[in-house]
């Protein structure tokens, strides 16, 4: 019913920026929340940026002044801006939202996923 995808992602290189898009669509009543996670080669999924409905963003250290999360609440779209990238943040970086849809029903949605590439 809610459907999530996610742009943005390219190779850049060290010191380099992205910005990384999320749109949802379908019978969504309101955005509780929006994560961004990445997932590196060898390496667990990592939750890097959520922003709840208040506008309040928070992040992991590792990515501490470096990486902004934002919302537009009229297009249901969130922005990770990601500034002074490093070569550890090369993974594939997914957004997960969760909300309310029209029926009062609560969802979980999950984008497809977009490379992030940072060369050294």
């Known amino acids: 019913q809610v459907q999530l995808v996610a742009s943005g992602g390219g190779l850049v290189q060290t010191g380099g920026s992205l910005r990384l898009s999320c749109t949802a669509s379908g019978s969504i009543s309101s955005i509780d929340a929006i994560n961004w996670y990445r997932q590196a080669p060898g390496k667990q999924r990592e939750l890097v940026a959520t922003i709840t409905s208040g506008g309040n963003g928070n992040y992991v250290d590792s990515v501490k002044g470096r990486f902004t999360i934002s919302r537009d609440y009229a297009k249901t779209t969130s922005y990770l801006q990601m500034n002074s990238l490093k070569a550890e943040d090369t993974a594939v970086y997914y957004c997960?939202?969760?909300?309310?849809?029209?029926?009062?029903?609560?969802?979980?949605?999950w984008g497809q996923g977009t490379q992030v590439t940072v060369s050294s």
């Open positions: 997960n939202v969760k909300g309310r849809l029209r029926d009062f029903r609560r969802f979980e949605s």
